[in-house]
């Protein structure tokens, strides 16, 4: 990484470190506008071709269990990487109430276009959103 090349980027907390954005941040902006996804997928010749314990195995640690895991760790990593950009001199700012709303409302001509998008594609894209939403304040 190089001083002057970004001047700002958006993205979970934990990719502070993961990018090790610690060693050339001044300032990060805590808004808790960003979720973190994740998931696992595989082939179906491939999940055949393993063995049926193997299978169960899998099956046992998706789902809710790997959700909790995966929050764990991503949360964990977070702090971590709060704690780097700090010792590394940089500034937090926490986001108001107030300054927040005035954010999510210039995000809004975006967050139009996706639903569009999908929409148009024959995707409910407002349902897609309004669940999105819905799981993001649990």
């Given at each position: 990484?190089?001083r002057g090349v970004v ?28 979720m973190t996804t994740f ?100």
């Open positions: 990484m190089v001047d700002g980027t958006v993205g979970p907390i934990h990719t502070l470190l993961d990018f090790s954005l610690q060693e050339v941040i001044d300032y990060v902006t805590v808004g808790d506008f960003y998931f696992g997928v595989m082939n179906q010749n491939s999940w055949d071709s393993i063995s049926e314990d193997n299978q169960e195995a899998l099956d046992a640690i998706k789902g809710e269990h790997m959700v909790q895991v995966a929050g764990e760790v991503i949360d964990d990593r977070s702090a971590e990487a709060v704690e780097a950009a700090g010792e590394a001199g940089a500034e937090f700012y926490e986001l108001s109430n107030e300054e927040r709303e005035e954010w999510e409302q210039y995000m809004q001509p975006a967050i139009e276009s996706w639903i569009e998008d999908k929409e148009e594609k024959g995707l409910p894209g407002q349902e897609i959103y309004d669940r999105a939403v819905e799981l993001s304040n649990e």
